[in-house]
């Protein structure tokens, strides 16, 4: 019989963190590979979705999302981004961020249309790329700094290209972009008609007194831009699956034909847990920024003491090290030498990268405990690794 195997996903395999998740249960290690986040859920919002359920508030909501959620992000937009949004018309609740991407590359680009990814990307930003049929295009940004040269942006847009992609704060690298990049994206995307998605789900987890700036409230971006943002991060529910999307109202009727189609809607008792989240007094958000800037200063250290040279982030909760010159032959050995030394895992750099960059680079997740994250940096810092062969 012929296998029923969509040529979609014929080249693909599950991601090298996956991998290494699966590799760290194997030795009962520390998993700072993956990006899944043990830290508690709000109170607020664990209540809020119990209640819900509780209530029996758990049928279908409309596929945009329940309007009280919808107005709730409305008046944190306003508050927080800058951005007026109509809660009907330009804002969809999608199924987390990712879910966000989906409907928006599927409602809104067609097969074979180009989307440009920067280098180091998100690799699902990649993966739901392929699968929706795009070509994505790929412009490298050089760490340690990570800036986005606007030669080799220009060099990369081919008569197909639709759409750029930009993830700020940035997974992984934790570069955070400004108005100086906007300004040059919102020129760029006018001169070319491009669509602009901007991930931004770490808006709040940010360092040393930076602010995130929204790439719609610059220029003319806001009538090109599709705005990805989500609580899994903020509120520490990644596995809830609730995001949001904002958007003109064009794109957001595309966007939401999308997920009704895929999803028909977000999970509706967590969409009532996360509006109670939105009701946060400030101080909630400004403790997150400060309690991740302590988790990434330990896990920096720690990685310092052991020589592999953390490239310190500005944002979100990774932080790659550089491991070049440690003498492995691949970023996956590097990365095995760790996790079986140590039992610490990490993620080689080569899923975020098409290039050989990544080879010289490993990726950590510093989304733990305190304690844990001590335990971590402990024992990284007694890595004295030789290259082994992965």
């Known amino acids: 019989m012929k296998p029923f195997i969509s040529a979609r996903i014929a080249d693909m395999t599950q991601s090298e963190i996956r991998n290494m998740t699966r590799e760290c249960e194997r030795v009962g290690g520390i998993n700072l590979g993956q990006g899944l986040g043990d830290l508690p859920t709000p109170p607020l919002v664990r209540d809020g979705a119990i209640q819900a359920i509780q209530d029996r508030r758990a049928m279908y909501s409309f596929p945009e999302g329940i309007i009280e959620l919808r107005e709730l992000i409305a008046e944190k937009l306003r508050r927080d981004n800058n951005i007026t949004a109509d809660p009907r018309a330009e804002i969809v609740v999608t199924v987390g ?22 280098e180091p990307y998100y690799g699902y930003h990649l993966n739901a790329s392929l699968l929706a049929g795009l070509e994505p295009q790929f412009v490298a940004l050089d760490p340690p700094n990570f800036e986005i040269v606007e030669q080799r942006l ?40 491009l669509l602009l998605i901007t991930d931004e789900i770490y808006e709040y987890i940010v360092y040393d007194g930076r602010k995130h700036i929204s790439p719609a409230t610059i220029g003319n971006l806001r009538e090109r831009t599709v705005t990805l943002m989500g609580l899994s991060k903020t509120f520490s529910i990644t596995g809830w699956r609730v995001g949001y999307a904002v958007a003109p109202p064009a794109l957001a009727r595309a966007i939401t034909l999308a997920c009704d189609l895929f999803y028909v809607c977000s999970p509706t008792p967590l969409q009532h847990g996360v509006a109670a989240g939105f009701r946060s007094p400030p101080e909630y958000f400004s403790k997150l920024a400060s309690d991740y800037q302590r988790k990434r200063d330990i896990l920096c250290e720690g990685l310092s003491d052991a020589g592999l040279r953390p490239i310190v982030p500005q944002g979100a909760y990774y932080v790659l090290a550089e491991v070049g010159h440690l003498g492995f032959p691949t970023a996956k050995a590097a990365a095995m030498s760790l996790l079986e030394g140590t039992k610490v895992a990490s993620v080689p750099g080569t899923a975020f990268y098409q290039s050989s960059a990544g080879e010289k680079l490993l990726r950590f997740c510093f989304a733990k405990e305190d304690d844990i994250l001590r335990d971590a940096a402990k024992r990284i810092r007694s890595f004295r690794g030789a290259p082994v062969h992965a």
Request: aromatic letters at 6%; a positive charge; proline letters at 8%.
């Open 97 to 118: 961020s990712s879910g966000g991407f989906a409907c928006t590359i599927m409602g809104c680009l067609n097969p074979g249309d180009g989307i440009i990814l920067f």
């Open 154 to 193: 220009r060099a990369a847009i081919r008569p197909n290209t639709r759409a750029i992609v930009l993830c700020t704060p940035s997974n992984p690298s934790g570069k955070m972009y400004g108005p100086t990049e906007y300004a040059m994206l919102d020129r760029i995307c006018r001169e070319h008609d």
